[in-house]
């Protein structure tokens, strides 16, 4: 069992920059890929970004590329997603989430899920 809890979300004006992170509680934290997914008001959650156990691999949706990286902490138990020259339609609910089965981009395939932390970007 894995129990996560995201913080970091905020106001923040077009072009400016964030960074969220992941606590997560339970064991064997470093052994699960860790996601962000976001889901804006109207729209389906969809992917963010992605990283391996050991963090040495890593996925990102399209829109974000170049602006966003992910990154962990197995010691601190936290994952992270530094979010740089946001756009307004970079507004949504962030979620990070636990997969035991692979790197992926799917929401089905994750097992855990904290209760997300909002993100606005004004323009």
């Known amino acids: 069992q894995v129990q996560l809890v995201e913080s970091g979300g905020s106001v923040v004006q077009a072009g400016g920059s964030l960074r969220l992170s992941c606590a997560a509680s339970?064991?064997?934290?470093?052994?699960?890929?860790m996601g962000w997914f976001r889901q804006g008001l109207g729209k389906e959650r969809e992917f963010v970004a992605g990283?391996?156990?050991?963090?040495?691999?890593?996925r990102y949706a399209d829109s974000v590329k170049g602006r966003f990286t992910i990154s962990r902490d197995n010691a601190k138990n936290t994952v992270y997603l530094q979010m740089n020259s946001l756009k307004p339609e970079d507004t949504a609910v962030y979620y990070c989430?636990?997969?035991?089965?692979?790197?992926?981009?799917?929401?089905?395939?994750?097992?855990?899920w904290g209760q997300g932390t909002q993100v606005t970007v004004s323009s």
């Open positions: 339970g064991r064997s934290f470093s052994s699960y890929f």
């Open positions: 989430a636990a997969s035991n089965v692979g790197l992926l981009t799917t929401s089905d395939r994750y097992n855990y």
């Open positions: 990283i391996t156990w050991t963090g040495s691999g890593t």
